[in-house]
T-cell receptor, first 112, second 114 residues
Framework: QQQVKQSPQSLIVQKGGISIINCAYE??????FPWYQQFPGKGPALLIA?????SEKKEGRFTISFNKSAKQFSLHIMDSQPGDSATYFC???????????FGQGTRLTINP | GAGVSQSPSNKVTEKGKDVELRCDPI?????LYWYRQSLGQGLEFLIY????????KSGLPSDRFSAERTGGSVSTLTIQRTQQEDSAVYLC????????????FGPGTRLTVL
């Protein structure tokens, strides 16, 4: 019940296209859903996060869509750029637990 | 300001040896976390410190793993009698306080057990 399932494992998108990564969770106590971006040799860095009181959050080219009834959330990267090539992790937690439960990661490659 | 720092960046050890990994959190951050990232896998929670509260050790995989945080700042993760399956990148993160606060990650320590 603590798992967060992420798909796809890898994704190749052409420059200017839309990258979509999906996550699903089981624990209904989760109430914080961040996405982290990780470049090789670096630690993950927070990209964007959402609470379940909203269905969508947008920051620049990055949008989180959240479906509470389906227990799913997704990351959309609009106008994908080669510099977006990285590994993306979804995660979930609740304030009481603090620890983040991470998905398995998606290796995104943007072809120029 | 400086981010989360970890040392060493790489550690190669022989099976059965003990290792210590160090984390220096961002100044003023009261929460500190350790995660493990195995090759091609997601991040696995190990342990969480918050201020002077008892740490959440629920993610430690065995009693060979332990961690301490001295003076509410620097933390050391110790792995005793290392095994090959302990090979991974060990990541430390810190955050300002409880609640929905961003966790800032260090660059990690890559541990290789031969």
């Amino acid at each position: 019940q603590q798992q967060v399932k992420q798909s796809p494992q890898s994704l190749i998108v052409q420059k200017g296209g839309i990258s979509i990564i999906n996550c699903a969770y089981e624990n209904t106590a989760f109430d914080y859903f961040p996405w982290y971006q990780q470049f090789p040799g670096k630690g993950p860095a927070l990209l964007i996060a959402i609470r379940p009181d909203v269905s969508e959050k947008k920051e620049g080219r990055f949008t989180i869509s959240f479906n509470k009834s389906a227990k799913q959330f997704s990351l959309h990267i609009m106008d994908s750029q080669p510099g977006d090539s990285a590994t993306y992790f979804c995660a979930a937690s609740n304030e009481g637990a603090q620890k983040l439960v991470f998905g398995q990661g998606t290796r995104l490659t943007i072809n120029p | 300001g400086a981010g989360v720092s970890q040392s060493p960046s790489n550690k190669v050890t022989e099976k059965g040896k003990d290792v210590e990994l160090r984390c220096d959190p961002i100044s003023g951050h009261t929460a500190l976390y350790w995660y493990r990232q195995s090759l091609g896998q997601g991040l696995e929670f190990l342990i969480y410190f918050q201020g002077n509260s008892a740490p959440d050790k629920s993610g430690l995989p065995s009693d060979r793993f332990s961690a301490e945080r001295t003076g509410g700042s620097v933390s050391t993760l110790t792995i005793q009698r290392t095994q090959q399956e302990d090979s991974a990148v060990y990541l430390c993160a810190s955050s300002f306080r409880r609640g929905y606060n961003e966790q800032f990650f260090g660059p990690g320590t890559r541990l290789t057990v031969l």
